[in-house]
């Protein structure tokens, strides 16, 4: 299904994110035929732009990120259009009034709208309001929606509040809390593996499962965003978000239908089972590192106390490992380790379900475990393991792996990257892939005493850059007998 006919309008429009990723999805939308003639962008910040300059901004920055050429090009920035406004004065939205009926106007687009927060979120609260001073908001002439993005608060307080805020002015249908981490097509193929095979449910849970691990790490630094990390660390902007999101496609209940209800509830159901943290357990049981200097792919790196706009008595957290228990009868017992870093050896974002072992060890005690990797990114795919006869005399058992890899895949061309898929679904009116706030507030309870932990300036390690983090966070879980993975290139196509 293609998008909706609709006007596109970007808030932070001159900003990182747009020319990065919001744009060049859309054009990838249009190149593809998914986003048909009749649409249009507005583009809309405090610079001062005229359409033309918008345009040759935004085709640079697609010429750059998709090399992109040729007329489909031309085409689609004839699209794009821009309105400086001051973003916080209501007033000042009355401009966008009859560049929004002109738009919808010349491109047939029957008053369809879809507004993008890709501002600072101190804005978050004050567009929906300003555009509902202007009965921007109201559906009488086409619907409106608005796709927020992340952060969707600072803390549960702070999100709650935001919620009020924008419900005043937008109902829940129309309002879309973008995780690009759901829009990525193996954390939807979890889905699949997990309620199209039967092969998998009887064993996915408490009774076959010894615990789970999900890593999202990345090799690089908070580069040029210093100053906007050192408020958020890897708890706001990894963890509270992206990684729990991950941790409820994997323990979610099978939903009776996929859409947008039936899925939400029971993502929502799961996170509301996070066993919540005491301030004992946030002790025991969280781990926060900092990065210092050290060899990333063989170059030298700078701490992070040495980065642009970090400063230099900063505590924030740019690693963190906690193990994460889930309160239901699918899952008692079984610990969820999850940890995400920046400056750790390599990038990669896993799941490992580590089965448990025979209940008796017949041909050796080092028999190895079984484990299902499913590799989220890069070199996406699925690998099982588990112990085959060792050739020769006896009968010693070694690991042996079965891999799927989606480059194998012939279609694999056709795939929408994350923010494609999620723009498409916002302009078809699908919120299934996007937060509901039942379930952001959820993330959020549970990460309130690790956030009221790090206030209170709770203990960061130091750990050296391309190390995976601080040696305490092996411990974590090495004092429950389990170690972490270090996973590898090991999808890489064998040539
Ligand atoms: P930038 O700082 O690059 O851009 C912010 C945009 O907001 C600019 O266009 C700025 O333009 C505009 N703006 C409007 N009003 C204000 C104001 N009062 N103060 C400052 N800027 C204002 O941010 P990003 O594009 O990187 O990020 C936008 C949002 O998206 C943020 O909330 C961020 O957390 C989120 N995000 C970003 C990601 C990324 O990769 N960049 C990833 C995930 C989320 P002007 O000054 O012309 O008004
Ligand atoms: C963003 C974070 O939301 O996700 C970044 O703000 C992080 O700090 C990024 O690098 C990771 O996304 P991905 O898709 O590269 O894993």
């Given at each position: 299904m293609n998008a909706e006919n609709s006007c596109v309008v970007i808030f932070g429009a001159s900003g990182d994110l747009t020319f990065r990723k919001l744009i060049p999805a859309l054009y990838n939308l249009y190149k593809i035929g998914k986003l048909g003639e009749h649409f249009s962008v507005l583009g809309v910040a405090r610079s001062e732009l005229s359409d033309e300059s918008f345009r040759q901004k935004m085709r640079d920055a697609l010429v750059k990120f998709e090399k992109a050429s040729g007329p489909k090009l031309d085409e689609f920035c004839e699209h794009l259009y821009y309105q400086a406004i001051n973003t916080s004065s209501v007033v000042d939205y009355a401009k966008l009034l009859p560049r929004l009926d002109e738009l919808h106007d010349r491109y047939q687009t029957g008053g369809n709208t879809l507004y993008y927060l890709s501002t600072p979120p101190s804005l978050y609260g004050t567009i929906p309001e300003c555009l509902a001073a202007h009965g921007?908001?109201?559906?009488?002439f086409g619907w409106k929606r608005i796709i927020v993005e992340k952060p969707f608060g600072y803390d549960i307080e702070t999100a709650k509040k935001l919620d009020v805020q924008i419900h005043k002015c937008f109902e829940e249908h129309q309002i879309y809390r973008i995780d690009h981490y759901l829009g990525k097509e193996t954390v939807q193929n979890l889905l699949v593996l997990r309620f199209s095979n039967g092969l998998f449910e009887p064993l996915w849970n408490r009774n076959f499962i010894d615990y789970v691990e999900i890593t999202g790490a990345e090799s690089i630094g908070v580069e040029d965003r210093g100053g906007y990390y050192d408020d958020s660390g890897a708890m706001r902007d990894m963890f509270q978000n992206h990684l729990l999101q991950v941790l409820a496609m994997v323990a979610m209940e099978p939903p009776a239908i996929i859409n947008a209800n039936s899925m939400r509830d029971e993502v929502a159901k799961v996170l509301h089972c996070l066993h919540p943290l005491s301030e004992e357990d946030v002790k025991n049981d969280v781990i926060l590192g900092q990065y210092a200097r050290g060899l990333v792919d063989g170059e030298e790196v700078v701490g992070y106390l040495e980065e642009?706009?970090?400063?230099?008595d900063s505590n924030t957290e740019t690693f963190m490992a906690v193990k994460c228990e889930i309160d239901n009868w699918r899952w008692a017992g079984v610990p969820f380790y999850v940890r995400t870093g920046k400056r750790l050896p390599t990038r990669v974002t896993e799941i490992v379900i580590h089965f448990k072992t025979t209940p008796h060890p017949v041909f050796s005690q080092n028999a190895p475990e079984n484990k299902l990797i499913i590799r989220v990114q890069p070199d996406e795919g699925i690998s099982m393991r588990f112990g085959l006869k060792k050739p020769g005399a006896g009968f010693e058992a070694k690991e042996v792996s079965m891999d799927f890899r989606y480059s194998d895949l012939s279609s694999t061309s056709s795939l929408l990257t994350a923010y494609e898929r999620l723009l498409l679904d916002a302009l078809k009116g699908d919120a299934t892939l996007f937060a509901r706030t039942d379930a952001v507030h959820a993330c959020w309870r549970f990460v309130q005493p690790i956030l009221d932990y790090k206030a209170n300036r709770g203990r960061v390690y130091e750990y050296e850059s391309g190390t995976w983090g601080p040696t305490e966070a092996d411990k974590l879980i090495a004092k429950h007998g389990r170690v972490w993975r270090k996973p590898s290139g090991m999808m890489k196509k064998k040539v």
């Open positions: 921007l908001t109201t559906e009488e642009k706009g970090v400063p230099a």
